[in-house]
């Protein structure tokens, strides 16, 4: 079991370029989130998913894209980078609707803006 | 608002002495709370979590956490902290739908030999 795995691990664009964040899970979890992190800050939710095929916004979406095509696999895309975009991204899992379940991370994507 | 506040943005103890985390959290809910550690580089890892069946929780690693609900606090303890325990700490608050999942700021923690 992998769990949940991000790629890649490190990135660094120019201002206005386009990428795409894969997370993908092998514990067949119905849940799927997408975090930044900074510092100070926490961790903040940028787009969530509760199923395949569906999508919904967190806190900080504006900038973002999110797909969930198939259930293992929850992409988060930048169509156009922006300084602000730097920093450390996070993808998560659940199995379902219960407050007890746990989130399961990835191990984030560092990614850098210049 | 709702919201989890994690009171030191730093702590630092010596390997052998008592650990003390604090997290608080905003009263207008029953949540369900969790603490995360996150070693340099790495992911979250679940400590323990507190969904009302006890209010001390006991997790991994030695730490646990006790859940007041009077003084809207859910403070993460260990008795004798370890140089392995030298990480960040996150709080976590989770109300019963998924886009209510609040993260504290973090805590780091340092221990010093």
């Known amino acids: 079991n992998a769990g949940v795995t991000q790629t890649p691990k490190f990135r660094v664009l120019k201002t206005g370029q386009s990428m795409t964040l894969l997370c993908a899970q092998d514990m067949n979890h119905e849940y799927m989130y997408w975090y930044r992190q900074d510092p100070g800050m926490g961790l903040r939710l940028i787009h969530y998913s509760v199923g395949e095929g569906t999508t919904a916004k967190g806190e900080v979406p504006d900038g973002y894209n999110v797909s969930r095509l198939k259930k293992q696999n929850f992409l988060l895309g930048l169509e156009s980078a922006a300084p602000s975009q730097t920093s450390v991204y996070f993808c998560?899992?659940?199995?379902?609707?219960?407050?007890?379940?746990?989130?399961?991370f990835g191990p984030g994507t560092r990614l850098t803006v210049t | 608002a709702q919201s989890v506040t994690q009171l030191d943005s730093h702590v630092s103890v010596s390997e052998g002495t008592p650990v003390l985390l604090r997290c608080n959290y905003s009263s207008s809910y029953s949540p369900s709370l969790f603490w995360y550690v996150q070693h340099p580089n790495k992911g979250l890892q679940l400590l323990l979590k507190?969904?009302?069946?006890?209010?001390l929780v006991k997790g991994i690693n030695g730490f646990e956490a006790e859940f007041k609900k009077s003084e809207t606090s859910f403070h993460l303890t260990k008795p004798s902290a370890h140089m392995s325990d030298a990480a960040e700490y996150f709080c976590v608050g989770w109300k019963t739908s998924y886009d209510k999942v609040i993260f504290g700021p973090g805590t780091s923690l340092s221990v010093i030999p």
């Open positions: 507190y969904t009302s069946a006890a209010t």
């Open positions: 998560a899992s659940t199995p379902g609707l219960v407050v007890s379940y746990e989130q399961y």
